[in-house]
C-alpha cells in the first residue's frame, strides 16, 4: 500500500481559496475541483480563516507582527546600549 505525500499549500493560497469559496457563486465543492483540493480541506480552511475571533482573541496581522517586531528591536538597542554603558571601566 503506498501512501502520497500530502501537498503543502502556502497560507496565501488557502486565504485566497476561503475568499474565492466565499465570495464565487459557484458551490465549495466546484471551487475545489477548480482548485484541484479535496473538498473537506477547503471546508476545513473556510472554518479556520473564516471563524470570527472573540475580543478577548484579538486577530494577529502582519502589520501588528511588524509594529512588534520594530518595538522589539528597539528594545534591544535600548539595552545593548545600556549594558554597554555598565562595562565601560570607570576611572
Sequence with gaps: ???EKPNIYTAEFRA???KLANESDKSVAQVAHDL?????TLHTWIGKYSRRQSPG??????DHLCDELKRLKKEVARLTEE????LVPCG
Aim: charged share 25%; glycine share 4%; with cysteine.
Design 57 to 62: 482573541h484579538p486577530v494577529r496581522t502582519d
Design 1 to 3: 500500500m503506498s501512501r
Design 16 to 18: 485566497c481559496a476561503v
Design 36 to 40: 484541484g483540493i479535496n473538498v473537506n
Design 83 to 86: 549594558r554597554d554603558l555598565l
